[in-house]
């Protein structure tokens, strides 16, 4: 059972579906643009050159940066390019270019640990739902920081005919906290006997909301919580 849209989860429906997997999708988020539409958002891309970092913490984000880091490359206005910082592997794979500090294991205070002190600009590029985490965080390490909601993530009621099919899953994979909240929303905390998440923080917001997560994979990246899936069944 995976619970984003149909076009958000075809990494990791094709890798279930590698390992004989049936999955049963049931969209319970959807990405959004932001209430103003992302004018905000783009007004502050369009002068990204003024930062000293841009900082970006999900694959949502980056999607949405990349294109006008790949037009002021293409254009040759990199003069003065900002350092960029992301958390997680597949955030830096949504940007399509390389970083100067890559968290990892991909976590938001992974990244303020690796963050430099020092003096200047920093845009910090996020969802609606994220905490403070890295604004205060690097701001705290003297950094003047913006913020900017790249992205809004809303949460979806199943069809009816949908909510049996979910409960009847064997397991559960929770690929984001957003994710642990849209299901405890929809279903409250009954959910399928294998509950997988994809890293502390998503375990941590499940077990908040009373869902008991039965393990967490070692690493958050899809390959990680397929095996982490895997194992799970094999020690039952």
Not at 157 to 167: H, V
């Amino acid at each position: 059972m995976i619970t984003r849209s149909h076009d958000q989860n075809e990494s990791l429906r094709r890798l279930l579906e590698a390992q004989g997997a049936l999955v049963i999708e049931v969209p319970l988020l959807a990405i959004t643009e932001p209430d103003d539409e992302g004018r905000e958002r783009d007004t502050v891309l369009q002068r990204f050159h003024e930062f000293d970092w841009i900082v970006v913490t999900s694959p949502n984000g980056a999607d949405r940066v990349a294109p006008f880091l790949s037009a002021a490359v293409a254009a040759g206005d990199t003069d003065h390019f900002p350092h960029i910082a992301v958390v997680g592997t597949a955030t830096q794979r949504s940007l399509n270019m390389g970083a100067h500090l890559v968290a990892d294991p991909a976590r938001a205070e992974i990244l303020v640990e690796m963050f430099p002190e020092g003096r200047g600009n920093v845009l910090v590029v996020q969802g609606n739902l994220a905490d403070d985490v890295v604004e205060h965080g690097i701001g705290a390490k003297g950094w003047t920081v913006t913020r900017v909601v790249a992205y809004r993530t809303v949460q979806l009621q199943p069809d009816p005919d949908k909510r049996a099919l979910a409960i009847s899953a064997d397991a559960l994979l929770l690929a984001s906290s957003s994710a642990a909240s849209a299901w405890c929303d929809a279903f409250g905390i009954t959910a399928p006997e294998v509950v997988v998440a994809i890293g502390p923080s998503t375990a941590k917001r499940a077990n908040d909301l009373g869902l008991h997560v039965t393990a967490i994979a070692h690493e958050q990246s899809l390959s990680a919580l397929i095996e982490t899936t895997s194992d799970a069944f094999g020690a039952r």
